[in-house]
């Protein structure tokens, strides 16, 4: 799914233009949902581990002590979650039983770099933290694509390989991308995606979509596998011309929630029988049943060196009692490799920049 912002009037890249694009897509891909590797820190039988894989993505993006490894320029945001009751037959979770939930969220640029222009990659992500009264947690990361590239966190980081660059030259080789996807088919559709994405002027009129697939489970024990998303509500025309400046997704945030709340719908798409449940690249069809599971009301914004999403580390599979993982192999993946992103941050608050309160 992409939001109608997502569109425009501009024709397909062509030919010459799709090249160029594939030469550059490792920082798109890097920041995409982080490193990959599993939890208990090997891949078998080439025993990628999670530092081997944040290093990988140091080595292309850049070392900026302090900060994320991926998703690395953001705002925090907080509000609440109204429960439409759709997903309580389907899981005992009570953030889909309560009428109201609190959430802090950040919205991020999908670059290693914390001073990347908001211009410089065409996809937007959203990762939220619900809090239920009893305590348990459900932490999401959502992206504004509608697959992965690739389904393995072997062959995340063979990508990450064609993007670094060349000890020669400084940069990478340009013919290592397109040869990483001819031989690579599973990333068809996230290819068809990219060809025609570009940057939005606002994270709001953004769709954001889970990818990965879960599992809901009701108090009977039984499971339904589905991919969630959500959808805006705000019925902004698609901007033609993106605003001057390197920052002004968060300026526009600011602006939009001066005025109001900001609202999308919490949609989680039901997987039936055959689906793949365990490979982020290969796309639903689209005429899986669709259940509106409630609101999120987005109320305020903050830096994020001061807001309460600093501190937060998104991993997908922090999960209330009712909502579990499958058996993705990019799920435990980001888990891991989120955690290691996590310790080497708070090892180097001392050496934020001046203008950065210190945080982990």
Partial sequence: MVDPSSSSSRPPLGAAGLTLR???????????????AYVNGTLDPQRLTPNALVNVLEKNNGVHPGFRRNHSKGVCVAGYFESSGEAA????????????????????????????????????????RFTQENGQQWRTGMNSMPVFPVGTPDAFYQLQQAQSPDPATGKPNPAAAPAFFAAHPEATPFLQWIKTAKPSASYATETYNGINAFYLVNPAGQRQA??????????????????QGADFLEQDLVKRLAAGPLRWQLRMTLADPGDPVNDASKPWP??????????????????????????????????????EGSDDPLLAARSAAYATSYLRRTSEVSQLPATQEARP
């Fill in 286 to 323: 689209t005429e899986r049943k669709v259940i509106n599971a409630g609101t999120l009301v987005l109320e305020r914004s903050q830096a994020q060196d001061q807001g309460e999403c600093r501190d937060i580390n998104y991993d997908p599979l922090i999960l209330p009692a009712g909502i």
């Fill in 89 to 128: 037959a389907y899981s005992s979770a009570q953030v889909f039983t309560q009428p109201r939930t609190p959430v802090v969220g950040r919205f991020a640029l999908p670059s290693g770099n914390p001073y990347a222009p908001d211009a410089s990659v065409p996809i937007r992500s959203l990762a939220l």
């Fill in 22 to 36: 594939l030469a550059g897509i490792g920082v798109i891909v890097a920041a995409l949902a982080g490193a990959f």
């Fill in 226 to 243: 589905v991919r969630w998303g959500v959808v805006p509500q705000s019925q902004d025309a698609a901007d033609a011309t993106l605003p």
